[in-house]
């Protein structure tokens, strides 16, 4: 029997690892930069952590979540998103007392149940930021900023930023009384479990896929038509921020994100690159969440970036990141030169260098074929003559090029090389 990885996921092979180390790396940096400190939560939560969080309704709940029961009887849930563990790590170690703020970024493994397809997985990437505290629209503005950067650092220019706004209570309860007006005649042709949703979460009819649902939402009068003197004013406010922050940015009244958390500020990037399906992350605002989960009222603002989207995006864009590449390859060209190769490659790498060399005692032609194939730039030879005279020859690998230089020189000079 061959096994596979299962349906959905993927291995990350070595030569495409550099790919994701690359965005990890900017992304940290990046966060690091405004502020922002590492959180890394459980693989799995208790599942009503989600089903408090992410609403009933919701298809995360009805039909993505993996959960299980473990030995003690307990319903656990492998994590679909990282916000809502983000929360409960927040008021389990009370992280953010009234009147702080807290800024956390992560990277996280995400887990959902759907039909597979390119740059989307049932186990995918994500990268998050999450600001505890703030009830200031600069923190929504922040948060956008950071995450259009983000996309800009790597190399993506055409990224677009889609905000809305969804208000707050009186606002959504009117819109909803809104929607299910429009498409009153469209659900009396549904079934009783449709209704039954739409009902309970009008507002997960916008965030539907299938064309007759889309098509029954046509002409509907949008949101930002409903919003609270308030909520128009911060809405306004955000659209400044982002201005003067010089991040471009559009807005679009049909962005109105899957989960019932939010409110006010919601945002996607969007790129052009991914045909339909052209969200690279999502976020906004979600104020009523950490009472929802049994804290204390606190404002909130966030985001959720996939990784494997923007792979996908500067795979489209023909943006190639390149590999590490190996400083030397070590050649031992005699049987008692061995020995002295490996404390060679050992002094290069406490020297901050990458080193490598042959660990099966093959030919000299062999392992001048393997420094070829490892990308190193330099090979250094080491042979009886250069044992008897303290010496190692130096063959730069792209120019075909080869030197003479003492033992004790070696790590200066590689160190030296490597910066050109």
Same mark, same amino acid.
């Given at each position: ?9 993927? !291995? ?8 994701? #180390? +690359?965005?990890? !790396? ?22 009503? %952590? ?7 309704? &919701? ?13 003690? /009887? ?26 702080? @703020? ?9 887990? #959902? ?20 505290? &703030? ?17 800009? *650092?790597?190399? @993506?220019? /055409?990224?677009? %930023? ?7 209570? *009186?606002? #959504? ?9 429009? %498409? ?17 979460? $009008? ?6 896929? /299938? $064309? ?17 003197? *308030? ?34 500020? %919601? +945002? ?103 420094? !070829?194939?490892?990308?190193? #730039? ?6 009886? /003559? ?35």
């Amino acid at each position: 029997m061959r096994f596979q990885a299962p349906r959905g996921t993927q !291995d990350v092979l070595p030569t495409q690892s550099h790919r994701w #180390r +690359f965005l990890e !790396d900017t992304f940290a940096t990046l966060a690091s930069r405004y502020g922002y400190k590492e959180l890394r939560t459980p693989t799995f939560e208790d599942t009503d %952590v989600f089903l408090r969080t992410a609403g009933e309704t &919701s298809d995360i709940v009805t039909k993505e979540m993996y959960t299980f029961t473990d030995k003690g /009887d307990r319903s656990l849930t492998l994590k679909p998103e990282g916000t809502a563990p983000a929360m409960r790590s927040v008021l389990e170690h009370s992280l953010c007392p009234q009147g702080s @703020i807290l800024r956390m970024w992560y990277a996280i493994p995400i887990f #959902r149940y759907g039909r597979p397809q390119k740059g989307r997985y049932r186990e995918a990437h994500q990268f998050g930021l999450e600001v505890v505290g &703030s009830g200031a629209v600069t923190a929504d503005a922040e948060v956008i900023e950071v995450t259009s950067r983000f996309f800009q *650092e790597v190399g @993506i220019d /055409d990224c677009a %930023v889609h905000i809305n706004s969804l208000g707050r209570a *009186e606002c #959504r309860s009117r819109f909803q009384e809104a929607i299910l007006n429009h %498409v009153a005649t469209f659900l009396t042709d549904q079934t009783e479990e449709v209704k039954a949703k739409a009902h309970k979460n $009008p507002l997960g009819l916008l965030d539907s896929k /299938d $064309p007759a649902t889309q098509e029954a939402l046509k002409g509907l009068v949008p949101i930002l038509q409903y919003l609270e003197p *308030e909520s128009k004013a911060r809405f306004e406010q955000l659209q400044q921020l982002l201005t003067d922050a010089s991040v471009p940015f559009k807005v679009d009244t049909d962005i109105v994100r899957g989960l019932d958390y939010y409110t006010e500020t %919601v +945002f996607e990037v969007l790129s052009n690159k991914l045909g339909a399906q052209s969200s690279v992350c999502g976020g906004g605002r979600y104020d009523n969440l950490v009472k929802e989960m049994g804290g204390s009222p606190t404002p909130c603002v966030g985001v959720g970036i996939g990784v494997e989207r923007t792979l996908l995006v500067l795979e489209a864009a023909g943006l190639e990141i390149p590999e590490d590449r190996l400083d030397v390859f070590v050649v031992s060209a005699a049987p008692d030169a061995e020995a002295e190769v490996l404390a060679i490659a050992r002094d290069l790498r406490s020297a901050g260098l990458s080193a490598m060399s042959d660990l099966d005692a093959r030919s000299l032609k062999s392992q001048l074929r393997q420094a !070829d194939k490892s990308g190193a #730039r330099f090979a250094l030879i080491l042979g009886t /003559d250069e044992l008897e005279k303290g010496v190692v020859q130096v063959r730069d690998l792209a120019q075909g090029t080869q030197t003479e230089i003492p033992r004790s020189e070696i790590a200066s000079h590689f160190k030296d090389r490597a910066k050109d």
